[in-house]
């Protein structure tokens, strides 16, 4: 939510932890310490000084949400078999591989999707598989297509 607001007003150089808390309805010392992640990240630049503040530190389009993630809470994992953990019931687990795969595929589509795509409009549409049903589909319509 905070990188929303930084890349949705990049007009205004510079954004401070007590205007960030504001327009997030965040308390500062959160503000504060996830801005401090998120320049740890690489995904924000500080500024010191009377006038300073935090910038982007790459165009929101080079940002993926998957990157975003993992920055604050860790390597995305629907669940703990869909990493390398090894769990007390792994060799009986029907669902271990499928989890993975899973996995694999919603973090693909996290890796996709950009800190640009999440401050413009996202369309859900479908598409109708061989079964007849139908499956949603994200459908840029800030001009981005994936």
């Known amino acids: 939510m905070l990188l929303g607001h930084v890349a949705r007003n990049q007009s205004r150089t510079l954004h401070t932890v007590r205007d960030l808390a504001l327009e997030s309805g965040l308390p500062v010392p959160t503000v504060g310490k996830l801005l401090r992640i998120l320049q740890q990240g690489g995904f924000l630049v500080s500024h010191r000084g009377i006038k300073g503040g935090y910038s982007l530190a790459r165009d929101a389009q080079e940002i993926s949400v998957s990157d975003i993630i993992a920055a604050i809470e860790g390597p995305v994992a629907l669940t703990d078999c869909s990493t390398d953990v090894i769990c007390d019931f792994e060799r009986g687990c029907p669902v271990k591989h499928n989890q993975q795969i899973i996995n694999r595929v919603v973090k693909g ?15 859900v549409t479908a598409i109708k598989i061989s079964n007849g049903n139908f499956i949603p589909t994200l459908s840029l319509t800030s001009g981005r297509t994936q």
């Open 109 to 123: 589509a996290l890796e996709k999707l950009t800190l640009y795509d999440l401050v413009h409009p996202l369309q």
